[in-house]
């Protein structure tokens, strides 16, 4: 009766395999120790190497046993044995979804140029033909993860052959799969060049989606040629224009950004073009801020389009942004001030992100002064993550002590109240390498004091016992009352 139960949970049931591989999965999920999840995986091989073999096994039950061996290659166990039935199942399977797991088997257990992987030509060729777009688009599939000598030239003219297939998803994968021979052979690009142009202009919005990331791999690979591209850019131009103004589907909008991952693509594309000064940098900033303005009140993917138009605006020359700048009312850099001032610390941090990049001549005035850097500091609390980034912003725009004298209550709450982290010693260690730079008076003896009484014995004895010298050496007997003060 628990047997019976068992068979018809929620997991059962919407897994749609067999009570075998529930079983199997159970007890290797159940398992107490790597050795027992051992044990099991192994008598499960060996299970499967003498079912595998008996003859008459059905297309669907060898779908099972390749499901389950599957799984015992992600556990790393050796399933070389199975290599041969995955190539059975993938020319022999009696429908699409049992040539698909044996498409799917065969790209995880070839190595590249394995001797057995000439045997999928045939199969590949085949299916390449078919009028069935899902037998297509596990052939194109299979292309983009086996990499064979034998299969760029003899399926290379078939992938082409299906850039003109009237289902836009096999048009898709096979702009991918001809992107992936490219990257295994790029003497293939004269020939492949066309259909990778042609791609931009499908008729399908998905079909250019995929040929733009396929560009930017192309654009950022062979920088040097960007030039030879320069005539795409009015291309690029469109797109991103038609995406901001909302003319494409809106299943592809996300919380209400249309397209966000192609706009982040696009202004990818675009950095590499300023890269090597070809366009116009005053078209391509008005672009840029307009992109800004239609994301600005949005969340979510939002962010990462404002990161990366921060990205595209830092690319651009410094000289042209201050004179652009400070001819019009609104600064673009200003949206930066919501993240920064942010209680969030992911949205604080991503304002660190675009603080970092851009040029520390545009930045505000209330920025200089290193405050904003010091307050995600102080709030950080155990995330490591954010205070070292502000560190590291700090580290470059700290060029006189004035600065440092500005920004030292602020560091001192943030080392008091991170008593009970690690993250006290960093910043501790931090601010003394500076104050090393500074002259010993007053506020150096002071500060120094203040950082040893908060950290108490937390940092390292040589590193305190070099500065006590310094100190010795050049304020005399001040050093004793330092030194007893700091043991005490």
Same mark, same amino acid.
């Given at each position: 009766?628990?047997?019976?139960?068992s068979?018809?949970?929620?997991?059962?049931?919407?897994?749609?395999?067999?009570?075998?591989? @529930?079983a199997?999965?159970?007890?290797?999920?159940?398992?107490?120790?790597?050795?027992?999840?051992?044990?099991?995986?192994?008598?499960?091989l060996?299970?499967?190497?003498?079912?595998?073999?008996?003859p008459n096994v059905?297309?669907?039950?060898?779908k099972? @046993?390749?499901?389950?061996?599957?799984?015992?290659?992600?556990?790393?166990?050796?399933?070389?044995?199975?290599?041969?039935y995955?190539?059975?199942?993938?020319?022999?399977?009696?429908?699409?979804i049992?040539?698909?797991?044996?498409?799917?088997?065969c790209?995880?257990?070839?190595k590249d140029?394995?001797d057995?992987?000439?045997?999928?030509?045939?199969?590949?060729?085949?299916?390449?033909k078919?009028f069935?777009?899902?037998?297509?688009?596990?052939?194109?599939?299979?292309?983009?993860?086996?990499?064979?000598?034998?299969?760029q030239?003899?399926?290379?003219?078939?992938?082409?052959?299906?850039? #003109?297939?009237?289902?836009?998803?096999?048009?898709?994968?096979?702009?991918?799969?001809?992107?992936?021979?490219?990257?295994?052979?790029?003497?293939?690009?004269?020939?492949?060049?066309?259909?990778?142009?042609?791609?931009?202009?499908?008729? #399908?919005?998905s079909?250019v989606?995929?040929?733009?990331?396929i560009?930017?791999?192309?654009?950022?690979?062979?920088?040097?040629k960007?030039?030879?591209?320069?005539?795409?850019?009015?291309?690029?131009?469109?797109?991103? !224009?038609?995406?901001m103004?909302?003319q494409?589907?809106?299943?592809?909008q @996300?919380?209400?950004?249309?397209?966000?991952?192609?706009?982040?693509?696009?202004?990818?594309?675009?950095?590499?073009?300023?890269?090597?000064?070809?366009?116009?940098?005053?078209?391509l900033?008005q672009?840029?801020?307009?992109?800004?303005?239609?994301?600005?009140?949005?969340?979510?993917?939002? @962010?990462?389009?404002?990161?990366?138009?921060?990205?595209?605006? !830092?690319?651009?020359?410094t000289?042209?942004?201050?004179?652009?700048?400070?001819?019009e009312?609104?600064?673009?850099?200003?949206?930066?001030?919501?993240?920064?001032?942010?209680?969030?610390?992911?949205?604080?941090?991503?304002?660190l992100?675009?603080?970092?990049?851009?040029?520390?001549?545009?930045?505000?005035?209330e920025?200089?002064?290193?405050?904003?850097?010091?307050?995600?500091?102080?709030?950080?609390?155990? #995330?490591?993550?954010?205070?070292?980034?502000a560190?590291?912003?700090?580290?470059?725009?700290?060029?006189?002590?004035?600065?440092?004298h500005?920004?030292?209550?602020?560091?001192?709450?943030?080392?008091?109240?991170?008593?009970?982290?690690?993250?006290?010693?960093k910043?501790?260690?931090?601010?003394?390498?500076?104050?090393?730079?500074?002259t010993? #008076?007053?506020w150096?003896?002071?500060?120094t004091?203040?950082?040893?009484?908060?950290?108490?014995?937390?940092?390292?004895?040589?590193?305190?016992?070099?500065?006590?010298k310094?100190?010795?050496?050049?304020?005399?007997?001040?050093?004793?009352?330092?030194?007893?003060?700091?043991?005490s």
């Open positions: 009766m628990a047997r019976v139960q068979l018809f949970t929620t997991e059962f049931l919407a897994s749609g395999q067999t009570p075998e591989f @529930y199997f999965l159970k007890r290797v999920t159940e398992a107490k120790s790597k050795a027992e999840e051992h044990s099991h995986v192994t008598n499960e060996d299970n499967l190497s003498n079912k595998m073999g008996l059905s297309s669907a039950r060898m099972d @046993y390749l499901i389950r061996l599957i799984h015992c290659f992600i556990l790393g166990h050796n399933v070389d044995f199975g290599i041969i995955a190539i059975m199942a993938s020319q022999s399977g009696e429908t699409a049992e040539r698909r797991i044996g498409y799917l088997a790209t995880l257990f070839l140029n394995d057995l992987g000439i045997m999928l030509i045939n199969t590949l060729q085949r299916d390449l078919s069935n777009f899902l037998d297509r688009c596990a052939a194109l599939n299979t292309i983009c993860y086996l990499n064979h000598k034998e299969m030239t003899t399926l290379l003219d078939h992938v082409i052959a299906s850039m #003109d297939f009237p289902k836009q998803i096999v048009r898709k994968k096979a702009a991918l799969a001809l992107f992936c021979m490219y990257q295994r052979s790029p003497d293939l690009m004269d020939r492949l060049e066309p259909f990778f142009r042609g791609v931009l202009v499908d008729k #399908d919005q079909v989606f995929a040929g733009l990331t560009w930017k791999e192309i654009l950022c690979k062979d920088q040097k960007v030039e030879h591209y320069e005539d795409l850019l009015s291309i690029f131009l469109q797109l991103m !224009n038609q995406i103004k909302n494409k589907h809106r299943s592809f @996300y919380h209400g950004v249309p397209s966000p991952w192609a706009q982040v693509t696009c202004l990818q594309i675009l950095g590499v073009y300023i890269k090597y000064g070809v366009g116009s940098q005053q078209e900033y672009l840029t801020t307009e992109c800004l303005s239609l994301v600005e009140s949005k969340v979510d993917a939002a @962010y990462a389009i404002i990161l990366e138009c921060i990205r595209l605006l !830092n690319s651009m020359d000289l042209f942004l201050e004179s652009i700048i400070s001819s009312d609104r600064n673009p850099f200003q949206i930066l001030n919501g993240f920064l001032l942010s209680t969030n610390h992911n949205l604080k941090y991503l304002g992100l675009g603080l970092e990049k851009t040029d520390k001549n545009l930045w505000f005035e920025w200089r002064n290193g405050l904003i850097l010091v307050d995600a500091i102080e709030i950080a609390g155990d #995330d490591n993550t954010l205070a070292f980034k560190l590291d912003i700090l580290d470059h725009i700290i060029d006189d002590s004035s600065i440092l500005t920004i030292t209550p602020k560091l001192l709450k943030a080392i008091e109240n991170n008593s009970e982290s690690n993250l006290q010693t910043i501790a260690y931090w601010f003394m390498d500076k104050l090393n730079s500074e010993v #008076d007053s150096f003896l002071e500060t004091l203040s950082i040893l009484s908060l950290t108490k014995k937390n940092l390292d004895e040589e590193y305190i016992s070099s500065i006590c310094r100190m010795k050496k050049e304020s005399g007997r001040i050093y004793l009352s330092l030194f007893y003060l700091y043991r």
